[in-house]
């Protein structure tokens, strides 16, 4: 069957079940209850320190075909997913569900234990080499890529059991409140394990560095968490945290980060309580400079600014050009420094950040987010996950729940990637649908969707010029040749949920 | 026809495929493909086909597309001319031109291409860029060696050598190039761009600079980095006062015309032909500058 | 005489760019195209005509060419190809004299 954008749904996917076409980004109206907990408890005299990782997760009743869980805080820096996945292999265990927030080069130990049948399967997030893997039929079961809200979701709806979670934590108390804001391998915010810990039937902390009872600040609290083992090393800082993030110097994208100041200019949105988010790269940083120095020049004050935080949005805020920062995930020392020190500075798990099925989530007072992507198309429809040759390289992240969240959501990418034309008659693979994509900023050109005339005469008032996002595509195809369409078997191999558990597209094996 | 604007000429290596591609996009009025100072000698022949190619396959929209060929005198110069010239250019910068000679060597060439390939007559334009001491001492003559010929350039670094002075930051040794240029430029009709602004990072200097030959009266200036062109444009927008006065001059002479009245008078003061022409490059600038 | 193996290069590894080295040999028969391009996929095939065309429209039938590309347009492609074989001709006429 065709879901509502048009891509072929099967109704049933061998090894998930039924499947729930995506029917719109704001149609579902959720049905069931939240996942509920056997109650668990702990004596007075019970001690959660163990004194090794291999006793915690025979403690935990580690089984074949289990689901663990895993959080990506310590980035291309972190040791525990290799750690874990290492001793389980050892214990000769089978069969297991990995479900972790995102995966880096880090953890290409990961492709070993997929040939060894540890792991026979993948849901949230996948990378490179695991995402080719996937690409080229290395699972059974298809991986089922979710977004941060959407994972959350999954979880606190039942849908995603986690078995054990797994929790590298930079600090750690001996019974187990955990913070990441201090030790050796700090990270910051631990808002994409808040979940898991909450809702997993097995919570086991990993840390490098234990401290006396109690610690303070609490980021997750004593009461979500079975076990604390102390290790030499969680992970390495150099890739956990970037000394200082610059904004790039290319003059090419400094062009894209100059317009998308002016189109957020244009918006109206740019007043007092303005709300904004954009990611860690270098033109999503010089974005967030210009913007800046616009909300100086004209002497507002925003509400907040969310999401992935860098030293830049550390330094509005204490320049007093946001009243607060909402932060799922600290990019760089500043970052940490600021979670620590700065009372506004606030710590956010993923489900406050973007799950669309709570009582209300930050993205939804979001006046603009910055994102990318790896294609767009004359739908305004945004992939992430694939790249031009089919192959599976991405994780979504927060992209399709801050592109339905904020009132105005720009891509900004260059046209090209190399010869690859990023703005194409047709995306491989929809990630976020075009109904909630506004915006698309290239350095040869602006082209706003056409379902929002507002914006649409705005910046005409503004006389910022506008192109239609079929022309711009035909720029890049006179630029580079009309690429070769990849070519896919039948097989299923990935599934993208939508943020609210719905279908939007499936990923089939490149030939 | 609309003049063109020529706030800022943007340099761009000839063998540079990721420049010469993306050479459109940041907003300069023109790009000078350069075959000449960026290029190594063993390069010269890899890029004049990169560049020539460029010329036939990218599509630069409204931008002048220039290219700066090696001298006559070097064993480049016919070559680059023979290979570019069929690939059409909007015009082709010459450099080191000291006598009329010169010109005419360039005008006799794009004559024969122009034939052969059945061009335009007199479409590629010359601008010729002064870089001696006899180049400058000729240069009232050069201005008006050529239909082709719609801007003249010098270069600060070789005419500086040249003539023994010390380049600096500052720029005071190039008072008399400037101002003669200026004057040859204005009496030839045509119009005149000042030299680069080396200091790529020093954005408070290149305004500085670039105020100073404005108001002198240039009409524009070369620039080395992407980064230059929005200084640039900037201090030839137009203020808003400066618009306004302009729009009232335009209305005045519209209003003129209708009721068939001769000379008229705004403010006190005769508008003739002179200022309704400057009243209307007010408003191209702030045209330009998205100002209207 | 000594066998004339005559090679040109021209190109860089830049991004965009394309390092293309060409070598004409007595024992080479036909055209051999070496490729290595991060778009070999979307655009492998339309990147080997582009070779041969210039080729073809150089006359030359025999030789042996191999293309680093790194993302780079199809005019920039031609440029480089023709820019090598013209290097390896200029050398072969150079050794002749």
């Known amino acids: 069957m065709k879901n509502k954008i048009g891509r072929e749904i099967p109704d049933e996917i061998k090894g998930i079940g039924k499947i729930k076409p995506f029917m719109g980004a704001f149609s579902t109206i959720p049905s069931c209850d939240r996942m509920s907990l056997p109650i668990t408890f702990k004596n007075r005299d019970e001690k959660k320190i163990i004194s090794n990782l291999k006793e915690a997760v025979k403690k935990a009743g580690i089984k074949d075909g289990m689901t663990v869980s895993f959080h990506h805080h310590l980035r291309n820096g972190d040791y525990v997913v290799a750690m874990v996945l290492d001793l389980l292999a050892d214990l000769g265990i089978k069969n297991l569900t990995i479900a972790p927030t995102a995966l880096f080069p880090v953890h290409k130990s990961v492709t070993k234990h997929i040939e060894s049948g540890l792991v026979s399967s993948i849901q949230g997030s996948v990378n490179g080499p695991i995402g080719a893997l996937s690409s080229h039929g290395a699972f059974d079961v298809p991986v089922i890529l979710r977004s941060h809200g959407g994972r959350a979701r999954a979880i606190e709806a039942g849908e995603l059991k986690i078995d054990i979670a797994f929790i590298a934590a930079p600090s750690a108390d001996q019974y187990g409140n955990l913070n990441g804001i201090e030790g050796p391998s700090a990270c910051g915010s631990l808002g994409y394990a808040m979940t898991d810990a909450m809702c997993a039937d097995k919570v086991i902390a990993i840390t490098d560095h234990l401290v006396d009872y109690p610690l303070f600040p609490i980021s997750i609290p004593q009461i979500y968490v079975d076990y604390v083992v102390q290790v030499d090393k969680i992970g390495d800082p150099k890739g956990i945290t970037s000394g200082t993030l610059e904004i790039t110097k290319n003059p090419l994208r400094l062009v894209i980060a100059r317009r998308v100041a002016e189109i957020i200019e244009a918006s109206g949105l740019l007043k007092n309580g303005f709300s904004f988010q954009a990611g860690a790269g270098g033109t999503s940083l010089a974005v967030t400079q210009f913007v800046a120095e616009k909300m100086t020049e004209m002497g507002i004050r925003g509400s907040f600014g969310s999401g992935g935080i860098t030293g830049y949005f550390v330094k509005m805020l204490k320049e007093n050009l946001f009243k607060s920062l909402f932060d799922v995930q600290s990019f760089d020392l500043e970052a940490v420094q600021s979670l620590k020190d700065n009372p506004n500075h606030l710590e956010m798990s993923a489900s406050f950040y973007a799950n669309p099925h709570n009582r209300g989530c930050v993205v939804n007072n979001l006046d603009a987010v910055i994102l990318g992507a790896t294609q767009i198309d004359h739908h305004f429809n945004v992939n992430v996950n694939t790249e031009s040759d089919g192959v599976l390289l991405h994780g979504i992240g927060g992209h399709m729940d801050t592109a339905a969240g904020a009132k105005l959501t720009i891509i900004a990418t260059p046209l090209l990637r190399g010869r690859i034309p990023i703005v194409v008659d047709k995306v491989i693979t929809v990630t976020s649908p075009g109904e909630t994509v506004d915006v698309l900023v290239t350095e040869r050109g602006i082209a706003v969707n056409p379902n929002r005339k507002d914006l649409i005469d705005k910046f005409k008032e503004a006389k910022i010029s506008l192109k239609n996002i079929q022309d711009l595509s035909k720029e890049a195809y006179d630029l580079t040749g009309i690429p070769e369409e990849p070519r896919f078997t039948e097989k299923i191999i990935g599934m993208v949920e939508y943020r609210d558990g719905t279908v939007i597209d499936v990923i089939r094996q490149v030939k | 026809m609309k003049k063109r604007l020529r706030r800022t000429a943007l340099y761009v290596p000839g063998n540079d495929p990721s420049m010469i591609q993306n050479a459109g996009i940041f907003g300069s009025d023109a790009i000078v493909l350069d075959l000449e100072d960026a290029v190594s000698v063993n390069e010269k022949d890899a890029a004049r086909l990169l560049v020539r190619n460029a010329l036939k396959n990218i599509n630069y929209g409204n931008t002048e597309v220039i290219v700066r060929i090696n001298s006559f005198f070097t064993p480049f110069g016919k070559d680059d001319l023979e290979i570019i010239g069929r690939a059409h250019p909007d015009g082709i910068r010459v450099p080191k031109v000291e006598t009329i000679q010169d010109i005419q060597n360039i005008e006799k060439f794009l004559d024969r291409i122009e034939a052969e390939e059945k061009f335009e007559k007199n479409s590629i334009k010359i601008l010729p860029s002064i870089e001696s001491a006899l180049g400058l001492f000729n240069v009232f003559e050069i201005a008006k060696a ?45 119009e005149v761009q000042d030299s680069v602004f080396a200091h790529v990072r020093d954005t408070e200097g290149l305004i500085r600079e670039t105020q100073f030959i404005k108001q002198l009266g240039f009409d524009g200036k070369s620039v080395i980095h992407p980064s230059q062109i929005l200084p640039v444009h900037q201090v030839f927008t137009p203020s808003q006062e400066e618009i306004a006065r302009a729009k009232r001059i335009i ?42 | 005489m000594k066998d004339q193996v005559n090679i040109g290069q021209a190109g860089t590894l830049e991004s965009s760019d394309v390092l293309v080295f060409v070598r004409f040999s007595p ?53 480089r190809v023709e820019t090598a074989v013209k290097r390896a001709q200029k050398n072969k006429g150079e050794q002749e004299e």
């Open chain 2, 251 to 292: 209305f005045a002479i519209k209003e003129a015309e209708k009721k068939k009245s001769g000379v008229i008078s705004l403010d006190g003061r005769m508008v003739d032909a002179p200022v309704v022409a400057k009243a209307r490059r007010v408003l191209d600038y702030a045209q330009a500058a998205g100002l209207l």
């Open chain 3, 27 to 79: 024992q080479q028969k036909g055209i051999k195209i070496d490729l290595e391009s991060p778009s070999e996929k979307c655009f492998g095939k339309m990147i080997l005509k582009s070779i041969e065309d210039v080729l073809n429209d150089l006359g030359i039938w025999n030789i042996y060419i191999k293309v680093h590309d790194r993302g780079a347009l199809d005019c920039t492609i031609r440029a």
């Open chain 2, 146 to 190: 050529s239909q082709r010929i719609e801007v003249i350039n010098f270069g600060a670094e070789d005419y500086t050598a040249d003539i023994g002075a010390e380049r600096t930051k500052e720029g005071k040794e190039l008072f008399d190039i400037r101002t003669r240029m200026l004057l040859a430029a204005r009496v030839a009709g045509i």
